[in-house]
């Protein structure tokens, strides 16, 4: 069941960071919050790029690396902690992004973090 949960979130990371780095790259500058660009000292389009990357790197390893599975999962669960920022700011100002494009669908957005984090964290657990 783990190593199904596992295949499952390598392929959902490895999708999002291929849309961020390719159809959506755009569309996801607008869940970038100002602070960010001014904290990290870059454009929103590098915060876009870096976060793909992040992500087809994390789902990559997750599958390529199996020794090393509950680190991985450990950084995994602290990136999305760390992207949930961009989603209260991209609810907060109403603005639509690739899949989020209603206000109900953004609320909905913000209590999926829970359960993804949840996800990286058993998934990659030894039992």
């Known amino acids: 069941m783990r190593s199904v949960a596992r295949g499952g979130l ?3 990371l490895v999708g999002a960071g291929v849309s961020h780095l ?3 790259r755009r569309g996801y500058r607008i869940v970038v919050p100002g602070w960010a660009t001014r904290m990290l000292h870059t454009d929103k389009d590098a915060i876009v790029v870096a ?3 992040a992500e087809v790197l994390l789902g990559t390893a ?3 690396l199996p020794r090393e599975r509950g680190r991985i999962g450990a950084a995994i669960a602290a990136f999305f902690v760390a992207v949930f920022p961009g989603n209260v ?3 907060r100002t109403g603005r639509s992004a690739p899949g989020l494009n209603t206000d109900r669908a953004r609320f909905v957005r913000l ?3 829970v359960p993804l984090v949840a996800w990286a964290w058993w998934a990659t657990r030894r039992r």
Do not use: E, R, V
Request: hydrophobic share 60%; aromatic share 16%; no cysteine.
């Open 22 to 24: 390719t159809w959506g």
């Open 111 to 113: 209590f999926l973090q």
């Open 62 to 64: 997750l599958i390529a």
């Open 89 to 91: 700011h991209q609810w």
């Open 10 to 12: 390598a392929m959902l």
């Open 51 to 53: 976060s793909g990357a």
